[in-house]
């Protein structure tokens, strides 16, 4: 007699996960909870704080209040040199990069680009997703899809824009999977 109980499936993990949204769609939250688990989170704070911006200072307390506190947060972390340093890498379980925007910003006032023509700021673009690519742990990318809207009506919200939708391209193609968070709810891409 055969025993006709299914065969259990195996839960492929995948190593690189991009998380997609707008403004307040809820992309963090899921990227945290896709990180958490199982095992120890390192965090990649991206963003540049600017004690003069309240507003801003206030979304930055939000995501730290929602954080475990057994997580590893490293603050106002460039990515591409945490993910290529691989003393730090060998300590993470999940990487979570928390936000490719706010990242891709600080880029472009590094090089006081925002006046420049598109792709000035292709090396440190270029470095990130070969950072990106090589890195052999479990990773989590949160960015914002910024391209599903108003056409921006100043030249340096046009570069973010195409910037960051390129950038967000070459992401999707290289991660095992792609999910894109709207008003809460994660669509599952690729």
């Given at each position: 007699?055969?025993?006709?109980s ?11 996960t991009?998380?997609l949204g707008g403004a ?14 199982p ?5 990649l ?5 600017d ?11 939000r995501?730290?209040?929602r ?8 603050e106002s ?5 945490v ?7 060998a ?7 928390d936000?490719v925007?706010?990242w ?17 700021i292709?090396p ?6 070969g950072a ?5 742990h ?12 108003v056409i921006?009506?100043t ?16 992401l ?7 999910f ?6 994660p669509?599952?891409?690729?």
């Open positions: 007699m055969s025993d006709s299914p065969t259990p499936r195996r839960v492929r993990r995948t190593r690189r991009l998380v307040r769609s809820g992309k963090s939250a899921f990227a945290e909870g896709l990180a958490a688990d095992g120890p989170v390192r965090y704070a991206t963003a540049v704080l004690p003069a911006d309240l507003d801003f200072a206030e979304r930055i307390a995501h730290r209040d954080r475990p506190a057994d997580w590893t947060v490293v972390a460039d990515p591409t040199a993910l290529t340093d691989s003393v730090s890498a300590a993470a379980g999940a990487t979570l990069i936000d925007g706010t891709l910003t600080a880029r472009i006032d590094a090089r006081a680009a925002w006046e420049s023509p598109r792709g000035t292709a440190d673009t270029d470095a990130f997703v990106v690519e090589a890195y052999a479990r990773l989590v990318i949160v960015s914002p899809e910024v391209g599903m809207g921006p009506a030249r340096s919200g046009r570069l973010f824009r195409d910037e960051i939708g390129t950038l967000n391209q070459r999707a193609a290289i991660c095992d999977e792609v894109l968070v709207v008003a809460g709810l669509i599952h891409l690729k």
